[in-house]
């Protein structure tokens, strides 16, 4: 897909990876950004005039649903590329005194349903004569687990599974689904942890990279070799993600 003169929805673009998306693609596309009120958001008004925005918050179903509902109502207006790019990530373990259990749901409601409702909804806008494309943003942490974050973890692994099956019901249409799989990124999700992190940049460079892929499933970086050994030998993978 030429990424010139198409219609773009992103979540996540107030920063980050989502942010960088939108600084690659916004010269040459229009794009509409799904993201709850904040000063970063009117940041990025500010600075992206063409800009559309939605305000909608991705822990809450019924708004998405309303969201969605805004964004294809004018029948005539298509879009040809959904980027699901938006997640958030907590690291307490369920043995922490601060672990808190209302971030279970928030976690699975902003990772995976969220998703799941947008895309649902923005079927009929991506059924064209041409080709669209559903991009869900994924992480190596999709493939296999580690000892941190274990909602987060199952939210990708659900993503992941959920975008097979759903490659599957759109084989005979328009729509493609790809699912991106990211290492360790420098953003505010990895802040004070981890090192040899990919920039923002890079990851987003990488993400619109995988459309001219004919590959569906695009493993960045160090996910590469982490697929690999987790094809020969789960448990090695398993070890080694365990201590990360
Ligand atoms: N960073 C990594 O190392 C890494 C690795 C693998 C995969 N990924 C994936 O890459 C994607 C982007 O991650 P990132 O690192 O760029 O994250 P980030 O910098 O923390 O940005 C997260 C984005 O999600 C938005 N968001 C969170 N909760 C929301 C809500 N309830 N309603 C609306 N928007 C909400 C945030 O909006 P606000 O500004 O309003 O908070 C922000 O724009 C995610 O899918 C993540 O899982 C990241």
Redesign the pocket.
Known sequence: MKLENKHIVI?????????EIVKQLYPQNEITI???P?K??DELKTNFERLKILE?????NQSVTTTALKLTANKDKKIDLLI??????YTPHFLDPQFNYETIE?EIT??FI?PCLLIYHCLPALMQKSATTIIN?????GLVPKTNSAI?CAT?GAINIFSQALRSQLEKTNIRVVQI??????????KGR?VN??S?KE?ALEIIKGLSNSQNDIDIGKVKILRFINRLMPTLAQKIMKRV
Do not use: E
């Not at 799989?181 to 990895?190: A, C, E, S």
């Open positions: 979540t996540g673009a107030t920063q980050g990876i989502g942010l799904i993201a709850r904040s970063r958001l909608c918050n991705l822990s809450d699901n790019n938006a997640a958030i990530q928030q902003v990772n969220a943003v994924n992480s190596g942490l987060y990708k799989f990211l290492p360790l990124v420098n953003t505010n999700m990895t981890g992190k990919l923002a990851a």
